[in-house]
């Protein structure tokens, strides 16, 4: 079983790297070739497993529901696009990057208020920080590499919510 896992792992690293290198600038353009459906099959088959790297500063357990009924609950699918977005933006600042939430599960969801249709529950969105950047920081970057295809979100002086899902949306709370 192991050597299954580690082979999948392989294929996430070496599937993130080859996306990575496929970028236009700092701007993501979207789900476009082999590399990132290679890393979309290694993600898949990985993230029964707790506690495995996604990428080289992501691990699975960073996603994890944070909610009490459903004691941790790990997601059955991470977006590889929000873990790239995730990459992108501790690059662009050079400083760790803390997931505050990542997946919730329905109850999770309802119990912190989120929408019905949030992208925390489709495994692409995030709230997150950049430990000494300013949350509005984080969100221009965020805005600038998820251009038309995804959302931000601002929470004051307390985090961005970032996503992946497809269309621009943007918010402030």
């Known amino acids: 079983m192991d050597g299954l896992f580690d082979l999948a792992h ?13 970028m236009d600038g700092d701007v ?9 459906e290679g890393l979309k099959m290694a993600i898949r088959k990985s993230v029964a497993r707790e ?18 009924e459903c004691a941790g609950l790990f997601p059955e699918y991470i977006s590889p696009a929000l873990v790239i977005l995730l990459e992108k ?8 990057l803390r997931i505050q939430s990542g997946f ?7 119990e912190v208020g989120g929408s019905a249709n949030s992208r925390h529950m489709h495994g692409d969105g995030a709230d997150i920080r950049i430990h000494g950047i300013q949350p509005s920081m984080v969100a221009n970057a965020a805005e600038e590499l998820v251009g038309d295809t995804g ?10 919510h970032v996503d992946v899902r497809g269309s621009k949306a943007r918010w402030a709370a």
């Not at 919730?104 to 309802?110: E, G, M, S, T, V």
């Not at 959302?151 to 961005?160: E, I, N």
């Open 10 to 22: 392989t294929g996430i690293m070496a599937a993130l790297g080859r996306v990575l290198s496929r």
């Open 28 to 36: 993501y353009r979207g789900a476009d070739d082999e590399a990132e």
């Open 51 to 68: 506690d495995k790297q996604l990428s080289p500063h992501f691990r699975l357990v960073e996603f994890r529901c944070r909610g009490s």
């Open 89 to 96: 933006l501790r690059s662009r600042f050079n400083a760790p």
């Open 104 to 110: 919730r599960c329905k109850a999770h969801n309802k």
């Open 151 to 160: 959302g931000v979100g601002r929470y004051a002086r307390r985090f961005t």
